[in-house]
């Protein structure tokens, strides 16, 4: 990858944390495309908060890269930017840590296409908040997979994924941190070997949409059983606004740390 030029999206620590590690190994983008801490998006009829945020701009002013800011209901702002990514000549863009959906004229603009991580092993669970549903429904396992983007939401041909435990006390940081982990390897295996990449497809029919979570998600449903109710509270554990139960005088509750006893 370090003699490829490409264009980077990304919005969150994750996002953050990738981009230092291509950084740190010479692979530096041309361009940075990132979304504000508040921002629209179509599931929402106000702007949403981005609890997992990083402010990519002081990484692009230290290492003089271009930066712009995208937000829109739909994402197709993003077309607005085209003419500058043709610019570029670029021969692929990244997606990591991303809100929208990126169009197919932009993705075109590249050699390469835009291969994007999606924190599961598609075709299980794509779509939105993939580790917190993972957790939810108690998943002993989950991983991260490297794929091409399509038209469709996270359907696109597969390039590589690796696989991690949940253990029974992990909460969702500590998934956060093995996802990030497990990118770090993909990448830096795809960076080996770019010139002898195989696309799998996958299967369409398989794969699991899920939904973006929102704070008020959060509420414990205390008819649950007691592992159904563990789960849902360590996967909304910081840095995500947590599950809680609601007072009779209208307050939250949050619960950030649970045992669950014998």
Known sequence: MNKLSFAFFGAT???KELLLFLLEKDLVPKVIFSIPQEFNISYSNEKVKNTNYADL??????YDILYYEIDSVDGKKTKDYEPIIKE????????????????????ELSKYGAWGIHASLLPKYAGGAP???????????????LFRMD????????ISQKSFLIEFEDTINEIYQKATIASKEILNEVSLNIDNIKFKPQDKRKIEIYPQRKPDDGEIDLSKTSIEIYN???AQSSPYPGAFIRTVDGKKII???VRLEN
């Open 13 to 15: 620590n994750y996002s």
């Open 57 to 62: 701009k002081k990484i692009a002013l230290k």
């Open 88 to 107: 570029l000549n670029l021969d692929l863009i990244l997606v990591l840590g991303w809100y929208y959906m990126l169009p197919k004229s932009t993705r």
């Open 131 to 145: 580790l917190n549903w993972a957790i939810i429904n108690g998943e002993k396992e989950t991983g991260v997979t």
């Open 151 to 158: 038209d469709g939401v996270d359907d696109g041909d597969i």
């Open 232 to 234: 849902f509270i360590r």
């Open 255 to 257: 619960i950030e740390k």
